[in-house]
């Protein structure tokens, strides 16, 4: 009868033998981590990353007037006014507008305008307001220049503008104008009359005056 071989038996406080590890559960346990570490990637990232929608451009598109109202009455120009230069620039968000067109069918205002100028500031909320009591009949267009897009757009906002601004980079609008600096102010007749211009511009009160003067009848 053959003895055990001591040195493979169990002794007490000794650890039990165990066999060859085999590479299956090896292969299973890589194969786990790998799963929850991809669970974690995915699970930290949103499903779908949509972008937020880009803010709308003050005096920008959705800025253009609307219908022009049936019950709308002007007064006709007068025959001797001459023709107001026309022009098409491009809106603070890029939109081209061609002011004949506007002018074809409705009186316009042309408010010539800086950021940094500190009577256009002073007027501009009563201005603002002028144009929202006027909007579709007379349609209130800025024509700003010597200006920065960024604090163009905070001034528009500031001052709660809710009618189309051109941007006019190289004054050729200005200059059409003879404005050589901001304020000026400018009527134009439906059908593209000149009626009356300000240079140093004119208050909102005044204003409303002269358009119910000049061009709204009755």
Known sequence: MRRPDSSR?????????????SPAPRLAAVLVAVAMALGACSAGAPESAE??????????????????????????????????????????DGTPLTAATLWADRPV?????????????????????????????VVFVG????????????YLRDHRVEFPV?????????????????????????GGALLRGWPGGIDAAALDARLRELVIAG
């Open 51 to 92: 972008k937020p929608p880009a803010p709308v451009s003050a005096g920008g598109a959705a800025t253009l007037p609307g219908p022009v109202p049936s019950a709308l009455a002007l007064r006709p120009a007068p025959t001797d006014s001459p023709g107001a230069p026309a022009f098409t620039g491009a809106l603070t």
């Open 9 to 21: 038996a169990w002794r007490p406080g000794a650890a039990p033998h165990s066999p060859a590890t």
């Open 143 to 154: 024509v700003a220049s010597e200006d920065e897009p960024a604090d163009l757009d905070a």
């Open 166 to 190: 051109v941007f006019d980079r190289d004054q050729t609008i200005w200059q059409s104008y003879a404005v050589r600096e901001p304020p000026a102010v400018a009527i134009v007749a439906k």
């Open 109 to 137: 205002v042309l408010l010539f305008l800086s950021s940094w100028c500190t009577i256009c500031a002073d007027r501009q909320d009563a201005l603002s307001d002028l144009a929202r009591s006027y909007r579709d009949q």
